[in-house]
DNA sequence: CAAACTACTTGACAATGCAAAGTAGTTGTG
DNA sequence: CACAACTACTTTGCATTGTCAAGTAGTTTG
């Protein structure tokens, strides 16, 4: 089973619900969302994303030193990024039932017919 | 808001699901998933997923006649597909929750930060 | 034949995630 | 300095999938 199509614009909205909780950084993002069960995401996945929803201006970006390794860019949630997220947040919870609630479905009716 | 992304891979397990249920055919399963919350599906974007499912040999078909226009295709899903089905709903319910314990923790950590 | 409805098909397109490789700063070993 | 390991960000090429737009075709009504 592939997960990757799943991904498809959950990521986006759940980076950004991660850089809505405070200042951070790529790397850390990263963690956060594999902790989080995102497993399999992967460096190459995840920078793109940040690119962008600063285009979209949806965060902010400045570049700051590191205690340990070369600079980071640091994202910020703007204020339209936080409008987009709130947004984004019912329309996943709409989808996300709607979908639950045709996989939940009891498939059981088909298999009473048979009896 | 776009759905269109939040729709990838989704929309295959639902289709699935709507199978499963029972034997039926294109027109059918576009109400059943427009009924069921699903608003803008429109054709084009359902017949190549039944496409797709067949030639994974998820679902099998067969020309049946219509009382009212052309012939129908009627689905109905394989022992291969339920197994699909339930190795989806699985996974989805699982990618489903890593993403709403992301987008639902409080956000209030930051603001509380301000005040 | 024409119009309206049912039903399925197809081609060009855009968005997004993944794999793989690359660029660079920092630290530690020798 | 040379080399390796770790942190951190970038880029290129690719596959999958949903959408738009248009097309094909059977049935009924006139």
């Given at each position: 089973m592939d997960d990757t199509q799943l991904l498809k614009g959950v990521l986006e909205g759940c980076v950004l619900a991660v850089i809505s909780k405070g200042e951070t950084y790529g790397y850390e993002i990263l963690s956060v969302l594999i902790d989080g069960?995102?497993?399999?995401?992967i460096e190459g996945t995840l920078y793109p994303v940040l690119t962008r929803l600063q285009k979209k201006g949806l965060i902010a970006c400045r570049m700051g030193k590191s205690p340990l390794g070369p600079s980071r860019k640091y994202f910020s949630i703007t204020p339209e990024g936080e409008q987009y997220l709130a947004a984004f947040v019912e329309n996943y919870t709409k989808v996300t039932q709607a979908a639950m609630h045709i996989l939940s479905e009891d498939r059981e009716k088909k298999a009473s017919e048979n009896g």
């Open positions: 069960g995102f497993d399999n995401l």
